[in-house]
């Protein structure tokens, strides 16, 4: 499977990065910053005002399809400290997380779940800050 070139605002990377620079300073880095400050490093920064609707910003409510059963699932992307699997809120640095962020609408996206290798699609971006003229959030 070919990776998708992800976009993230300018914005979104800088509080990324202001969260997770500290983490890159020490002797081990847990798998999870890994993945995210990769996906970052080699993400295309837009400006938040100039950022499409249809890709999944942070705090972006999602509705996604499982390709395996074809059931539907809306989740919000947060940053950790906002997580709370149970409302749907899950944090960026979850397999989930770095799995959707900076994805488009109509791109699929897998990540481990509990029960194997999930795949899913994502159908709608339900609400997106960006669109929403939100940029304080």
Known sequence: MIEQKRIVTIEDYNRLMDILGPAETKREVP???E???????GAELVDQQEI??????????TLLKSLTNGRQAELTLTYPTEANPI???ISVLS??????????V????TWQTPVG????????VLYQPEAAKEFQL
Do not use: D, Y
């Open 117 to 124: 290798r999930g795949e899913f699609c994502v159908e709608e």
């Open 87 to 89: 409302n749907s809120r």
């Open 35 to 41: 993945q995210i400050l990769k996906l970052l490093r």
């Open 31 to 33: 798998p999870h910053v």
């Open 52 to 61: 499409g609707r249809n890709v999944v910003t942070m705090n972006s409510k």
């Open 95 to 104: 397999n989930i997380g770095v799995a959707l962020l900076g994805i488009k």
């Open 106 to 109: 109509g791109e699929t996206v």
